[in-house]
């Protein structure tokens, strides 16, 4: 199978004694995809609405507890905004720990996962769910049906509530759709392993990809101007948006140093970098990263219920109709954190 990665390119301290705060994260103004930020959103011409509108969740909830495993290039364990994140690495190539990116300026999978975890510690971004437990799993190209298959062996044996799969294959094989729904259904103890994949970046019916399966959550991208980005894929199997930009990136970690392709800061892709991330592999992580809390919130919730609550709180959004809640290239529209949490704690009463 060939892996198509879902990003395109788009040119354009330590605090022992303070308090440390999502917002005092020193790139958190440019999260545009998080919150809104008055002065930045003007300067950049960003609709007001583009955000997730998180209130004051962002603050109340991290994920704590909750285990995402990222299927991914590779990760920069050492970067300093992901440490005391990461719980487990496996890659399937050596079938061993180490999950380094094999080529230095590989950059998705640490992009990705800085997106769900990076920490809090006021050195450069907020990670959505940056208390949760990252389990990174990394694949090698090709990437045939055994090691897909493995990989996700490898999700359910060390735990995961919920896997992050920002690429496709459009040639998803019974095999492997087999076992994706096997743990959608059977995973966490029976509730269901909740799998999220981006749709692709192409302008295309999703087809025969694996975001494209009943049983996972298919997540597509919004611009900066609150409306479907125009790359991000369609199809009857679409559920959501989430912010993925393009003329304004989403500002996300990059391997330390002179690895990765950040050109601003070396250690961060910003918003502004000629190499910014852009695409449905960025949207994918932040819904991921709600699901994160909304498990913390309700740790009960089946994987059916997560998907239900998702469609019913998301925001009809742009200027395609929806027929019976959902269209083809909105889905059931782009999710709203607030909405989402407070659906979560009226559920059960």
């Not at 950049?44 to 004051?56: K, L, R």
């Not at 096997?182 to 999220?196: E, F, P, S, Y």
């Not at 502004?272 to 913390?296: H, K, Q, R, Y």
């Amino acid at each position: 199978m060939i892996i198509s990665l879902f990003i395109i390119g788009c040119g354009n301290g330590s605090n022992n004694n303070t308090e440390i705060k999502v917002e005092n994260e020193p790139y958190f103004y440019q999260q545009w995809y998080l919150d809104i930020n008055e002065a930045f959103y003007l300067e950049n011409g960003i609709n007001s609405e583009a955000h997730i509108h998180p209130s004051d969740l962002l603050t109340q909830l991290s994920g704590d507890g909750i285990k995402i495993a990222v299927i991914d290039d590779g990760l920069d364990v050492t970067h300093e905004d992901l440490q005391g994140t990461i719980t487990n690495t496996y890659d399937v190539a050596s079938k061993t720990s180490n999950v380094t990116h094999n080529n230095p300026t590989d950059s998705h999978g640490t992009a990705v996962t800085g997106i769900i975890g990076s920490s809090i510690n006021s050195k450069g971004i907020a990670g959505i769910a940056h208390k949760s437990e990252i389990i990174f799993l990394k694949y090698k190209e090709p990437l045939d049906d055994n090691n897909t298959i493995e990989l996700f062996n490898k999700a359910e044996e060390f735990g995961a509530d919920i896997i992050n799969c920002s690429w496709g294959t459009y040639s998803v094989s019974d095999g492997v759709k087999d076992k994706i729904v096997d743990l959608a259904i059977n995973g966490r103890g029976g509730k269901g392993t909740i799998i999220v994949f981006a749709v692709g970046n192409h302008n295309r019916d999703m087809g025969n990809d694996e975001s494209a399966i009943p049983e996972v959550i298919s997540v597509g991208a919004t611009d900066s101007e609150n409306l479907r980005a125009w790359y991000s894929n369609y199809g009857n199997y679409l559920d959501v948006l989430a912010p993925g930009g393009y003329y304004n990136g989403i500002t996300t970690l990059d391997p330390m140093g002179s690895d990765g392709i950040a050109s601003l800061d070396e250690n961060y892709l910003l918003y502004d970098d000629f190499n910014s991330f852009v695409g449905t592999s960025a949207s994918a992580p932040i819904v991921s990263g709600i699901i994160a809390l909304m498990l913390e919130r309700d740790s009960n919730l089946t994987r059916v219920e997560v998907e239900n609550i998702l469609k019913d709180s998301s925001d009809k959004i742009g200027n395609v109709a929806y027929i019976n809640s959902r269209n083809d290239y909105y889905g059931y529209g782009k999710v709203n954190l607030s909405k989402i949490i407070e659906r979560v704690d009226t559920f059960n009463n």
